[in-house]
């Protein structure tokens, strides 16, 4: 796997969008690329400064699951191998080492305009909502539950999907809305699925997933596919088990590091929160960078490739 820092792709095909970290480009009417780079936001601010391997550990730990759980929902995954990849788009060929161990090929679909949220446990916005409030998602939540709380069984709360901006907390009934009645409880029962069974999974390797949110797309013939990343550190939080205590926030394997330092820099008011984001010191990127990487060994049993 190659070794090359990817902040931004520029590839010989259509560019079909730029997210907060992911190019999507065209292949064909039924095929598209998306290329993971090691770009890194929090408090929904794009950082200056990559993190090392990120692009890769979202590759190929959603390529993972994708397979681990093919069974209970199908995706758009088609494959994360960079020799099949070029094999089937030869114009990729001169960018094969760049595109190595974060490139995956994927069936085209149109994506639905909701974040699908699954929360096992009581943590980030909805601990705060629910402090505030008694409330998730505008939902009353029984009286009396700490931070970090289990909740069984776990909770659907779907949100707004923003590019750029933050994401926004909705009803169910404002989902309803959005994508119709009949798609918004295929949608629920499809993330409650997925949910349950990656988290059994990773109770298997010694991870709590607390929460997680899931993307769907529709294909031309109507088929519901979870699309993007799935069960990885930027889309959900990741406990270890063995340090697990309800009542207080809980140590992570995701951007932890990364949060810490600019949740400093905001209370000592050298950063408003807002773009553009402050420059990481070194110490920071290396142990976000180990963090992912960790995570990738501890659900998978397998360093990531090209990686000690």
């Given at each position: 796997?190659?070794?090359?820092?990817?902040?931004?792709?520029?590839?010989?095909?259509?560019?079909?969008?730029?997210?907060?970290?992911?190019?999507?480009?065209?292949?064909d009417?039924e095929?598209?690329?998306?290329?993971?780079?090691?770009?890194?936001?929090?408090?929904?601010?794009?950082?200056?400064?990559?993190?090392?391997?990120?692009?890769?550990?979202?590759?190929?730990?959603?390529?993972w699951?994708?397979?681990a759980?093919a069974?209970?929902?199908?995706?758009?995954?088609?494959?994360?191998?960079?020799?099949?990849?070029?094999?089937?788009?030869?114009?990729?060929?001169p960018?094969?080492?760049?595109?190595?161990?974060?490139?995956?090929?994927?069936?085209?679909?149109?994506?639905?305009?909701?974040?699908?949220?699954?929360?096992?446990?009581?943590?980030?916005?909805?601990?705060?909502?629910?402090?505030?409030?008694?409330?998730?998602?505008?939902?009353?939540?029984?009286?009396?539950?700490t931070?970090?709380?289990?909740?069984?069984?776990?909770?659907?709360?779907?949100?707004?999907?923003?590019d750029v901006?933050?994401?926004?907390?909705?009803?169910?009934?404002?989902?309803?809305?959005?994508?119709?009645?009949?798609?918004?409880?295929?949608?629920?029962?499809?993330?409650?699925?997925?949910?349950a069974?990656?988290?059994?999974?990773?109770?298997?390797?010694?991870?709590?997933?607390?929460?997680?949110?899931?993307?769907?797309g529709?294909?031309?013939?109507?088929e519901l596919?979870?699309?993007?990343?799935?069960?990885?550190?930027?889309?959900?939080?990741?406990?270890?088990?063995?340090?697990?205590?309800?009542?207080?926030?809980?140590?992570?394997?995701?951007?932890?590091?990364?949060?810490?330092?600019?949740?400093?820099?905001?209370?000592?008011?050298?950063?408003?929160g807002?773009?553009?984001?402050?420059?990481?010191?070194?110490?920071?990127?290396?142990?976000?960078?180990?963090?992912?990487?960790?995570?990738?060994?501890?659900?998978?049993?397998?360093?990531?490739?090209?990686?000690?």
């Amino acid at each position: 796997m190659s070794d090359v820092i990817l902040k931004e792709s520029a590839l010989p095909l259509p560019l079909v969008r730029r997210g907060k970290v992911r190019e999507v480009y065209a292949v064909d009417d039924e095929t598209l690329l998306l290329v993971a780079s090691d770009r890194v936001s929090a408090f929904d601010v794009v950082l200056p400064n990559p993190i090392p391997r990120k692009g890769a550990v979202l590759t190929q730990l959603s390529a993972w699951w994708f397979h681990a759980l093919a069974d209970v929902v199908p995706s758009h995954f088609l494959s994360a191998d960079v020799d099949q990849i070029v094999a089937q788009v030869p114009a990729l060929a001169p960018h094969k080492r760049l595109l190595a161990g974060r490139a995956m090929l994927c069936r085209r679909t149109t994506p639905l305009p909701v974040e699908c949220v699954v929360r096992g446990y009581l943590s980030g916005s909805a601990w705060a909502e629910y402090r505030e409030r008694g409330t998730l998602a505008g939902e009353p939540l029984p009286p009396g539950l700490t931070e970090s709380a289990r909740l069984d069984p776990a909770i659907f709360s779907p949100a707004t999907k923003a590019d750029v901006g933050h994401d926004e907390n909705i009803t169910f009934a404002q989902m309803e809305t959005s994508v119709g009645a009949e798609v918004a409880s295929r949608l629920r029962a499809a993330s409650l699925a997925l949910y349950a069974a990656g988290r059994d999974r990773a109770a298997t390797r010694g991870i709590i997933i607390a929460d997680t949110k899931f993307e769907f797309g529709r294909t031309a013939a109507g088929e519901l596919l979870v699309i993007d990343e799935i069960l990885t550190p930027d889309s959900s939080r990741f406990w270890p088990a063995d340090q697990y205590a309800p009542g207080r926030g809980q140590p992570s394997f995701d951007k932890q590091p990364l949060r810490d330092y600019l949740a400093g820099l905001r209370r000592e008011k050298r950063w408003s929160g807002e773009a553009p984001g402050p420059d990481l010191p070194a110490a920071v990127v290396q142990a976000t960078s180990e963090r992912y990487r960790a995570a990738f060994r501890q659900i998978t049993g397998m360093p990531l490739p090209g990686t000690a």
